[in-house]
């Protein structure tokens, strides 16, 4: 059974700092337990903290960084070498900064790649890269990522699931390519809401008062045709981390003492 759970922080600074001493504690554990783990990153400013805490961590080097798999959940569908490229933000961050085995850096396409601007096949491809590194015990096309790393939008996307787009009805595909998106870059590629439940842990982390009111639906139960964000579940266990201000429209959680 699932469990969901909530934590709020004073402030954003110490959501990243204790998320990624979480991050630590959790890739830790499951390494010792299987050997390897999986984590798959976002982008947006709080997931891009939480990286750079991590890398100022002198707790970071317990993570064994060559049996570590590093997927995306999202990627603006731009050229390599562009700041909006989560890939690139997510590098300068941490990635080149750690010994992680290149062959395990799985990145989707940018749009001067392989595929050119064809991003349907540049989704393909990843949904294929997916699909060959599951294993007989994940039951399917997707390996169980150990830990998915989330943010939100204040209208309820999340990766790049926007509400009531194409992308939200998909139950086929892993991964889809996403265009006309509200959010600029307008294309990009994502996992879809069937790929992020495969996660074992879900981790939705966020921020700010402008995410409050969708931190609360979702919570609440609300449909993820209107609100993708409360179709993010892990089926381990789904953790919001959360600020006092992403919190605020929450009852019944334990809040913390000013910072
Ligand atoms: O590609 C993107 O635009 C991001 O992946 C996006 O989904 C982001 O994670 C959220 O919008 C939260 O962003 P903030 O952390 O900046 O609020």
Redesign the pocket.
């Known amino acids: 059974m699932s469990k969901t759970e909530v934590v709020v922080y004073a402030n954003q600074d110490l959501l990243a700092a204790a998320a990624a001493a979480r991050l630590v504690t959790r890739l830790v554990d499951v390494q010792a337990a299987r050997g390897s783990a999986s984590l798959v990153l976002?982008?947006?400013?709080?997931?891009i903290a939480v990286l750079s805490e991590l890398r100022a961590s002198s707790a970071r080097d317990a993570i064994d960084w060559s049996r570590l798999d590093i997927y995306w959940?999202?990627?603006?569908f731009v050229p390599a070498d562009s700041d909006e490229r989560?890939e690139k933000q997510a590098r300068e961050a941490l990635l080149d900064h750690v010994p992680l085995d290149p062959k395990r850096v799985h990145a989707m396409a940018p749009s001067d790649g392989e595929f050119g601007d064809d991003v349907d096949a540049a989704a393909a491809d990843y949904a294929s890269l997916l699909a060959s590194q599951a294993g007989p015990e994940d039951h399917g096309d997707v390996p169980s990522f150990d830990i998915m790393l989330?943010?939100?939008?204040g209208e309820g996307?999340?990766?790049?699931v926007f509400p009531e787009s194409p992308a939200v009805y998909e139950t086929e595909r892993s991964v889809v390519a996403v265009r006309n998106c509200p959010?600029p870059p307008p294309t990009?590629i994502s996992l879809t809401l069937p790929a992020i439940r495969r996660a074992r842990d879900v981790w939705l982390?966020?921020?700010?008062e402008a995410?409050a009111d969708a931190v609360a639906l979702a919570l609440a139960g609300a449909g993820e045709v209107q609100l993708p964000v409360a179709g993010a579940r892990g089926h381990r266990r789904t953790l919001w981390l959360l600020d006092r201000a992403a919190a605020g429209k929450l009852t019944k959680v334990y809040q913390p003492p000013t910072a």
Do not use: P
């Open positions: 976002t982008g947006g400013g709080t997931g959940g999202d990627e603006r989560n989330l943010g939100l939008g996307h999340t990766a790049s959010k990009r982390m966020t921020a700010g995410k």
